[in-house]
């Protein structure tokens, strides 16, 4: 008897704790998906600037291109549709069309990446 009386005041103890522990742990889920807002900020800041610099290096690769066929037809003259432009437009393109299935606008496959 006195065995299931300690048994029910235990019980009651713990059942008193509930509400506490409930709060610490709404409290620690919290802070983990903090962490983890704080690492996928942190994450896409470091992509982003990596993006800018690659756009930046893109746009000038772009401005000597068309620098080159500047150059080109005025040197040669006004025959521009025989002078290649050479400016790549897709750079924002291509990886979203890698993930929609592997083809590009035009129904034709996309180049495969070179393994490692």
Request: hydrophobic share 45%.
């Amino acid at each position: 008897m006195a065995d299931s009386r300690a048994a029910d005041r235990a019980a009651r103890r713990a059942e008193a704790r509930l509400p506490e522990l409930r709060e610490r742990l709404a409290e620690a889920e919290w802070a983990a998906k903090q962490r983890l807002f704080e690492q996928y900020r942190r994450e896409t800041k470091a992509a982003a600037l990596r993006l800018i610099s690659a756009l930046q290096e893109a746009s000038a690769a772009n401005f000597a291109a068309a620098d080159v066929r500047y150059r080109a037809s005025a040197a040669i003259g006004s025959h521009i549709s025989s002078i290649p432009l050479t400016a790549f437009l897709g750079v924002l393109l291509m990886p979203v069309c890698r993930h929609l299935g592997g083809q590009s606008r035009h129904g034709r496959p996309l180049p495969r990446r070179p393994g490692p």
